[in-house]
């Protein structure tokens, strides 16, 4: 697992914008990936195994940003992949 983020901490999740930082992260990783979004300030990055169950790792980011995470700093409840082969994010 990986923290993504800025090197001030502040509205780090915008990172996944950058250009190639994605593809650098999946060879770090040897493939495809879930991003899950933290806060506004940075997205954690999962491998993707092919045995992590997605419908848990979405209620994992609704429930932390219902408890942990100030409403204003809230990203998405909604979890994505890197798909290397294709260099895109797509919805989980």
Known sequence: MKVLTNNKGIHGA???LYPGVLDS???EMGGGFFIL???VHE???LPDTGNEDSG???KIISAVNTTQV???EVLSDTLYRY???DKRVVIA
Do not use: H, M
Request: glycine share 0%; aromatic share 0%; net charge negative.
């Open 37 to 39: 979004p933290s806060s």
């Open 83 to 85: 798909d290397r082969a």
């Open 14 to 16: 915008a990172c996944i």
């Open 56 to 58: 848990e790792l979405k």
């Open 43 to 45: 997205v954690i990055l």
């Open 70 to 72: 100030a409403q204003e």
């Open 25 to 27: 992260v999946a060879q």
